[in-house]
């Protein structure tokens, strides 16, 4: 009988022998490559962190004693080891979510799939617990190198610090990567730790071999003793963690149970902040993420577990498009500089580090730095380009507000990922960006619809020197290219007709707003509603803050306005048109299609997408009935005069 099947929680771990241990160890790592590889999902991360997850299950009392993972995505195995081991629908639909997830089980306690955040939940976990009286519950915060580059983890770690009696065990899972090499000085200093010889071994090979030593060798053992510090200094400089009151176990071979329940015990017993620094191998196991330089498998999609290839390749992405153009310009343009946040590859940045190695700069899981390094940059006269995850700029957005903007700097914030992603969870939509950028002064932001656009809008964006540029796309494969037949102001008509409407009569009966990606969307809501003989203007105005001067104008020549928009509906483009038709007081229904304001759980983009009425038939169906409505009104009004 497999071991893992006789696994429904961690105290089950108790009974194994070490035999056994080791054996579930590597029958873990054949589930999670069979598994994962009909499913995709975060499979190097996970398959370095199997020991040293067993380890922790063994020796702290979950969920009462609480385990965080930062940033989550190497979860599966802690959910294996509390039960949950159906991944047949991993990141789908009613299936297990690819993080922590507090619905579906007790053990998870952080949702959290943004890195360097889990150490400041710590500090507060245990503050709570100390004013509970709770202090034999140490909470243990499992943490990165890659999640160590953000500031907001030293920030935590400061305040962690001072409660010298609260008992936190900081477990760094130290695989030298957070999607690809880490960088930095930090990942200097623990490579300095990961490649020095144990200090402690040559403390305890010299106080015995003075001890032997007669008459002087007492005195030098006491004074070996009192220069340990030093020592600790310059054999292995783990001092920096030290010296900011942090108790340093390690570095420790996180393949080893043995060894790794050893330290957390010694850890657990301390009482107070405890680092415990765990030598992983990301991809450990499977020769396929081995061999694979690029992130090691951080994330596949549905693969051959054998070979590690897709099953299926999909078309041309949003991410490659810009990646390709981003290398053109920088051969054009001199001024023309990188930069990312740990993210190289996901970003598409890769092949314009490889062209110019010295004009690119990833600052680590940092992204409100990398904002304001980019005004830096933008200050001394050249044009950075700041490439992150749509939901990542979240975290930069004082930076893009008072740093940036504020300054009237050039800098171009590309964001990938935007709107609804899907598989990832709630986290991961990119739905919030053109809604708090609609406050900022002077940005300009574009969106979108096929890769000409993009790399068009691109070149627009990095010729603005005076404030802050944003281009925003989606995930996945882009679609057809989405032919305009002329301009209206800046705006790009997709359908209808480019005569503006004679004197006393209206162009067509609704104007739609069609934003980014959503075009194909929109255009098949226009044929619709033409079959129902409803006519439509369907516009594309590329560039959606601020509102095009021509949009007012033209709206007036429809009797009902429509915005869709791959974002959240508060705040965000239909808010803008709104408000332009109110600012040019044309008073004209307006219906906005967007997302709605919740956490979307975890599906394909499709599903979302139709769960929340963002599609042609629900788009059509609902202005069907707006203009029906006010045909209604028309003939109520003319039978009363």
């Known amino acids: 009988m497999p071991l893992l099947t006789r696994i429904r929680g961690p105290r089950d771990l108790d009974r194994l022998t070490p035999g056994q241990l080791t ?87 952080i949702e959290n799939s943004h890195a360097s955040t889990v150490l400041g939940y710590a500090d507060g976990i245990a503050k709570a617990n100390q004013l509970l009286g709770h202090q034999d519950c140490p909470v243990v915060a499992v943490t990165g190198d890659g999640a160590l580059t953000g500031g907001m983890a030293w920030e935590a770690l400061n305040n962690i610090a001072e409660g010298k009696d609260r008992p936190v065990v900081i477990v760094v899972n130290d695989n030298e990567r957070s999607y ?109 993420a081995l061999n694979n330089d690029e992130d090691r498998f951080h994330a596949v999609g549905v693969i051959h577990p054998d070979s590690g290839l897709p099953v299926k390749t999909s078309g041309k992405d949003w991410t490659s498009v810009f990646g390709e153009e981003m290398v053109e310009l920088g051969r054009e343009r001199k001024d023309i500089v990188a930069i990312t946040a740990a993210m190289l590859h996901p970003v598409g940045l890769a092949p314009f580090a490889k062209a110019f190695p010295e004009r690119t700069f990833d600052v680590g899981i940092a992204e409100q730095h990398a904002a304001v390094s980019a005004a830096g940059l933008a200050t001394a006269g050249l044009h950075p380009v700041v490439a992150v995850y749509a939901t990542f700029l979240n975290r930069a957005f004082d930076q893009v507000l008072m740093d940036v903007a504020l300054h009237k700097l050039g800098v171009t914030f590309v964001l990938d990922r935007a709107g609804v992603t899907g598989t990832d969870g709630a986290s991961h939509n990119g739905m919030w960006d053109m809604s708090i950028l609609q406050v900022v002064p002077g940005l300009r932001l574009a969106a979108p619809r096929d890769a000409e656009q993009l790399r068009a809008q691109l070149r627009e964006a990095v010729e603005v020197k005076d404030a802050p540029t944003v281009v925003r796309y989606s995930k996945g494969s882009v679609g057809p290219a989405v032919a305009s037949l002329g301009r209206i102001g800046g705006m790009d008509l997709l359908h209808g007709s480019l005569e503006s409407a004679p004197e006393g009569e209206k162009r067509a009966d609704v104007l739609i707003v069609s934003v980014g990606a959503l075009a194909p969307l929109c255009l098949e809501a226009a044929a619709l509603l033409d079959a129902q003989g409803i006519s439509a203007t369907v516009v594309d105005p590329r560039w959606v803050k601020p509102v095009d001067a021509a949009l007012p104008g033209l709206a007036a020549e429809h009797r009902v306005v429509v915005t869709v928009e791959d974002n959240g509906r508060a705040g965000g483009v239909g808010s803008a048109v709104a408000q332009a038709l109110r600012d040019a007081e044309i008073d004209l229904p307006l219906r906005d299609f967007g997302i709605p304001q919740e956490f979307l759980d975890h599906a394909k983009r499709e599903e979302i997408l139709a769960e929340i009425g963002l599609t042609a038939t629900d788009i059509a169906r609902q202005v069907t009935a707006l203009v029906s409505r006010l045909d209604i009104g028309v003939e109520v009004s003319g039978l009363t005069k």
């Open 23 to 109: 054996a579930l160890a590597e029958e873990i790592r054949g589930f999670l490559i069979e598994e994962v590889a009909k499913t995709g999902g975060h499979l190097g991360p996970n398959l370095g962190v199997v020991e040293l997850t067993i380890a922790l299950h063994r020796v702290f009392d979950s969920p009462r004693e609480r385990i965080l993972f930062d940033t989550g995505h190497q979860s599966y195995v802690h959910k294996l080891l509390t039960g949950r081991q159906d991944f047949s629908r991993l990141k789908m639909k009613g299936g297990l979510s690819g993080y922590p997830s507090r619905a579906e089980s007790e053990h998870d306690v």
């Open 180 to 288: 690809s090499p880490t960088i930095g000085g930090l990942a200097n200093h623990l490579s300095t730790l990961r490649t020095t010889q144990g200090y402690e071994r040559f403390l305890t090979w010299g106080k015995d071999a003075l001890q032997r030593t007669p008459v002087v060798g007492q005195p030098l053992a006491g004074a070996l003793h009192g220069a340990k510090k030093g020592l600790k200094d310059f054999i292995a400089p783990q001092g920096m963690f030290e010296d900011l009151g942090l108790k340093y176990l390690g570095p420790i071979d996180g393949h080893d149970i043995t060894a790794l329940e050893s330290a957390l015990r010694k850890a657990r017993g301390f009482g107070g902040p405890v680092i415990v620094h765990c030598i992983t191998e990301k991809g450990r196991g499977y020769h396929a």
